[in-house]
């Protein structure tokens, strides 16, 4: 099983990023899946679920109307639109899914995400003034 991230870069403010997420050797139509982030030097703030999808579509309220997660069963992959970056948008960006019936309705909480079934190796977005 494995997730690889991609698209990430250098992006000034008010720009726009594709994120994708591949992810092989899995049923994929069977796994809730969703991105998360991790601003760089604040790890004890834990990685946020930013956007998910389990029997809705989830979006934090920080990207909301921003960003827009897409779930392509033909490709197995995952991907994150997001336009009129902000420099706070700044992080590590990461893909992660999983099976359990616990993120069917619910994204998974920061604490949650280092238990997470699959979990992608991370791409990084820089958004500058």
């Known amino acids: 099983v494995q997730a690889v991230a991609s698209g990430g870069g250098v992006v000034q403010a008010g720009g726009s990023l594709t994120l994708s997420c591949m992810l092989s050797?899995?049923?994929?139509?069977?796994?809730?899946m969703g991105w998360f982030r991790q601003v760089p030097g604040k790890e004890r703030g834990g990685v946020q679920c930013?956007?998910?999808?389990?029997?809705?579509?989830y979006y934090a309220e920080s990207v909301k109307g921003r960003f827009t997660i897409t779930k392509d069963s033909a490709r197995y992959t995952l991907t994150l639109q997001m336009n009129n970056l902000k420099p706070e948008d700044t992080a590590m960006y990461y893909c992660?899914?999983?099976?359990?019936?616990?993120?069917?309705?619910?994204?998974?909480?920061?604490?949650?995400?280092?238990?997470?079934?699959?979990r992608g190796q991370g791409t990084l977005v820089t958004v500058s003034e």
């Open positions: 992660a899914a999983d099976q359990s019936g616990a993120y069917r309705n619910n994204p998974p909480r920061r604490q949650a995400y280092s238990y997470l079934e699959v």
């Open positions: 050797g899995l049923p994929f139509d069977e796994y809730f």
């Open positions: 930013i956007s998910w999808i389990g029997s809705s579509t």
